[in-house]
């Protein structure tokens, strides 16, 4: 899946969560529409996102997606 | 049919099954029933194992009550856990299989630190993808008012007239956990959980349990003298995973079930009287009214904010506080909704009473919308 680009159908910055993303605190997901088709959930790096955004993805650590914002 | 329930609220000394225990002994004082007529027990539970470490929980509870040797089974369907436990219980006695039905839900959540039961909730999540990304359901709910927000144009203020307008049911509520009323200016400026929500669009931790006793509308009477009707009755399921969902900002399950219910029942969405909706966000109550037909699409903010659901509106929705202000232990959610809209059925809701109270709905939501039940009451 590495590579895959896409635009963010919908995001939100957490501020409360498990201890296991505690240190993460605040963080972004984002439900990103895949252009190869789809949708998945995953985490952004970088500059905050909002719908419609255009992302691409830059890595993917256990499973989950990382993104970042196309400028 | 009989009612009883527990204070909802954070209870350090009560365990479990004691909450459990008095929900179901209140509920069968309050039908004059006696643990031996009871014919099964249907329990809604979310996550005891992982909030109190105990499993086995139906006959756990069932025979504290007194309850010896019929089936006793507990029903997990995340949040609407106990309305499921409803819908299965009514399901047997209207097949015959059963006359008198037992119906509870009940969790203790406040035993575990804030961020163990955000941990136990996202349980409910789909734990190989969104959850693993580091979803809370806070969070699932804000992606969904985020989309709710750009595709329809609803606003902090419509989530906040949410929140106030609970607040100030729950106020009137003694077994409310939270009986408070806050302002427009608090409701909007709470600490951020997940943008766009902060902590008063957010439902309560609580601990708490609630009890619901069904018989065959014929031999209602040995029971009571205000019955009250199940005249409709559906649970429908859709996705775990929000990312699997084509349209975030509807619940197709909860359309589904509505859908089924209002056709069981011959009625419609406008001549429902009141409504106990699942508000486990503000969001979510925007949305349960538009999903179920009280208002158009993507109105469900504007015509919170106007004052539709109030005590005092056209449609009041959670007179009880909701989720939001009489607190939401999980599995206790469901069976507590018929509860409250049954308490209202027989002019027994005291401040908070409303003057039409013949026909009401009450929607159980289970995760981020993947199981839904709705239930039509009717007096007879």
């Known amino acids: 899946m590495n590579g895959e680009s896409g635009t963010v159908y919908t995001e939100t910055v957490i501020y409360s969560a498990p201890d296991a993303f505690a240190a993460d605190v605040p963080y972004q997901t984002a439900i990103v529409s895949l252009d190869s088709g789809g949708r998945v959930t995953g985490r952004i790096l970088g500059d905050r996102v909002a719908i419609e955004d255009r992302v691409a993805e830059v890595e993917v650590r256990d499973g989950v997606p990382f993104f970042r914002k196309i400028a | ?380």
């Open chain 2, 1 to 380: 049919m009989g009612i009883g329930k527990t204070p909802f609220g954070a209870f350090p000394d009560r365990d479990l099954r004691s909450l459990a225990v008095e929900a179901g002994e209140k509920c069968l004082r309050n039908a004059h029933a006696n643990p031996a007529q009871v014919e099964a027990v249907f329990l809604g539970n979310f996550a005891g194992p992982a909030f109190v470490g105990q499993n086995h929980l139906a006959p756990y509870v069932s025979t504290a009550l007194g309850i010896q040797g019929v089936p006793a089974t507990r029903i997990e369907g995340a949040c609407a856990s106990s309305g499921s436990a409803f819908f299965h219980a009514f399901t047997g006695v209207a097949s015959g299989v059963y006359d008198i039905v037992l119906v509870a839900g009940v969790e203790k959540m406040t035993s575990q630190p804030t961020p163990r039961v955000t941990e136990i909730l996202a349980s409910a999540g789909d734990c190989s993808g969104e959850i693993k990304a580091g979803s809370t359901f806070a969070s699932l709910f804000a992606m969904i008012a985020r989309r709710h927000m750009y595709q329809f144009g609803t606003t902090r203020e419509h989530l906040a007239a949410v929140a106030v307008k609970n607040h100030a049911n729950g106020a009137l509520n003694p077994d409310a956990h939270m009986r408070k009323a806050i302002t427009m200016e608090q409701a909007m400026a709470g600490k951020p959980i997940a943008e766009p929500l902060n902590l008063y669009d957010c439902s309560l931790i609580s601990d708490g349990a609630a009890a619901v006793l069904l018989a065959p509308a014929e031999r209602a009477h040995e029971f009571t003298d205000k019955p009250v009707r199940v005249l409709g009755i559906a649970q429908a399921s859709d996705f775990v995973a929000l990312d699997q969902k084509p349209d975030i900002t509807t619940f197709p399950a909860v359309r589904l079930a509505s859908e089924k219910a209002y056709r069981m029942a011959g009625v419609r969405p406008a001549d429902i009287q009141l409504a106990e909706v699942h508000d486990c966000f503000t969001i979510a109550e925007i949305i349960a009214l538009e999903d179920l037909g009280f208002a158009p699409r993507g109105e469900g903010g504007p015509f919170s904010l106007a004052g539709h659901t109030a005590r005092n509106g056209d449609k009041p929705v959670n007179t009880s506080g909701g989720l939001k202000s009489k607190g939401h232990p999980v599995g206790a959610t469901g069976a507590a909704q018929i509860c409250d809209l049954v308490l209202q059925m027989r002019c027994e809701a005291g401040e908070r009473q409303v003057p039409r109270h013949a026909l009401a709905l009450a929607q159980n939501l289970g995760g981020s919308g993947a199981t839904c039940v709705v239930t039509i009451l009717g007096t007879i």
